[in-house]
Each structure stands twice: as C-alpha cells, then as structure tokens.
C-alpha cells in the first residue's frame, strides 16, 4: 500500500503501529500519527503514490544510504544542551519506530522532569540508517514540545503560593494542537478547550454579531442548553457586571489593568471563576496573579515558546 493510500485510509501496519501505541492515552488518534509520517515525508522526498512505510529509510536519505553499511548497528545518546524540562519522549520514540521497529528507544528520565545542561535523556540503539534518518524529525518534536514544557513551568513558577492557574490557548501550530497541549501539561500548566467544539467562549466578535452579551448567552444556550460550560470574554466592570447576572461558568478579563482587575475580584466575590488573559509576561505575571483571579490564559506557551536545545551523538 502506498503513503498515500494509508494515509487516507489509515491502515497501518501492526508492526508500524505499536511506536504510536506507545504514546500517551491523549496523543494516540490519526491526526497525531498522520502528523508524525508527514514529518518524515518532508525529508525524504518519497513518492507517495508509490513508496511503501516500509521502506520509507532505504529510499530517500541519501547521505546515510552511502555511508552507513546496510547491517550496522549503531548506538546513540539524546543530550539536553541546556535547563528546562522535557516533554515528548514518546514522540520522539514513535517517530524512530516508524521509521524501523528494531530501533529500541530508551528514555532514561519522564516527561515533565527538569534536566540540567549536559544530561542524557534517552538512548537509541538499532539499524544506523534508519537511527539518523530519524534523528532531525525525532528532536524536532522533542524540542518544540520542550520548549513549550520549560516556559509553562517558568509561569508556574511564577505564582507559586496564589491561587491561579496557569492556562493554555488555542494558539497552536497548525496540527500541532494537541501535541503543544501535551507539551503545557508537562510543564504544569492546565488546557484550556482543546477547540470549537468542547466549551462555548464567547468573545467581542460574537458578542457584536449577536448585538449584546445576552443575546449571545441566550443563543448558545437555546441551541445547546447545558451541554457545553459558556465563557464570557468582558472588557470593562459594566460588562463584568453583565455576564455575573447571565450565571456563565467562567469570566474572561481580557486586558484589563491590575487596578480593574482587582476591582473585578471583589466584585465577583468567588461567585463565577475570573480569568485574566490579554499582555500577560513573566515579568507581569506574578502581579496578575496576585489580584486574586483564578485561571491566567497565555498565547506565548505554544506560539512563540524558544525550541530546547537537544542533540543526538553516537556513542
């Protein structure tokens, strides 16, 4: 069957499927495998109508193919190159399985651990071609979802000892949704909705089209009753006043300043959970925080997070 064919149709081997197996309960759907053979395609160069996932490795990297002896087996060391935490451990193992199933990966620590600059966070062993045909797809995902791992955690750090918690958004990398949301969670932030279809948020655009904040509530829940929680975006002290009357399930703050953001906390008095989103910082952080709201919602986690540093070395 061709790449082509199994992607559209999803028809994976068995012995291809057992890397994706692997993954974590949340990560394990079509979209994230598809995502993860498309890595490999992008290098490889391969013919989609007629390349096999067998054979992905013996036909497109050919630097390896002409220095790397057929048989050889090779061993190789995953090094972090600086402080952070790691997130995608089992990404990264199911793209080197994808690529071979004899490849044995072997993380030697969990995601969600901080590792030092220097410290070996998983070895490789298998048929060399195929380890460094899937070298460069392999710690591509690890250190994106790295990256977004040791910033969430420099957040938390941020408001140990208060009351919030630290949100995602769907800020994401096409495709990368539930990857980058993974990756959050391992550095101790929590999700947001995972998309359109879990919580209603209504926000300036749909309180405009529906021509108030009441006729957007109303509107969602004529539709859909209490099938969904509803999130009301406000902008001011008048608005906020509006949505605590509708009995929504959260309160969106969005770029209010510390002042009205305090304001809005005594207001409230605990009868709706306020989040705070819009210019938020580490160097702001804390502050926000500290105003009493309960969730703080942050685009930067997953679309402007800095890639950690890892690189691979055989041994």
Do not use: C, W
Not at 47 to 59: C, I, K, W
Not at 91 to 103: C, D, N, Q, T, Y
């Amino acid at each position: 069957m061709s790449i082509k064919e199994t992607l559209a149709q999803f028809n994976i081997p068995d012995k291809k499927l057992k890397g994706l197996q692997e993954l974590p309960n949340s990560l394990q759907d079509q979209k994230t495998f598809a995502l993860l053979i498309f890595s490999l395609i992008e290098d490889l160069s391969v013919n989609m109508e007629e390349e096999d996932l067998d054979s992905l490795y013996l036909s497109g990297d050919i630097t390896s193919i002409s220095t790397i002896n057929k048989d050889k087996v090779l061993t190789g060391k995953i090094t972090a190159k600086q402080d952070g935490v790691i997130a995608g451990l089992p990404v990264a193992k199911a793209i080197f399985r994808l690529v071979s199933p004899e490849i044995e990966f072997s993380p030697l620590i969990n995601d969600g651990t901080k590792v030092s600059e220097g410290e070996i966070v998983a070895e490789v062993q298998g048929p060399g071609r195929a380890i460094l045909t899937a070298e460069r797809p392999a710690l591509n995902f690890l250190g994106r979802m790295s990256g977004t791992a040791s910033l969430t955690r420099e957040f938390v750090d941020k408001v140990k000892n208060t009351n919030a918690v630290i949100l995602d958004t769907r800020k994401t990398a096409p495709g990368f949704r539930k990857l980058d949301k993974y990756a959050v969670r391992m550095g101790g932030g929590k999700n947001h909705r995972m998309g359109l279809f879990d919580m209603a948020l209504i926000k300036d655009n749909h309180i405009d089209g529906a021509g108030s904040i009441e006729a957007a509530v109303s509107g969602v829940r004529k539709k859909y009753g209490d099938q969904f929680p509803i999130e009301v975006e406000v902008k001011d002290l008048e608005e906020l006043q509006i949505a605590l009357r509708l009995d929504v399930e959260r309160i969106m703050l969005d770029n209010m300043d510390m002042n009205k953001m305090k304001e809005a906390v005594v207001i409230t008095h605990g009868r709706t959970p306020l989040e705070a989103s819009g210019n938020v910082s580490l160097e702001r952080i804390r502050d926000i925080a500290e105003t009493g709201v309960d969730f703080i919602s942050i685009g930067v986690l997953t679309h402007s997070a800095p890639a950690f540093d890892l690189s691979m070395r055989l041994l």
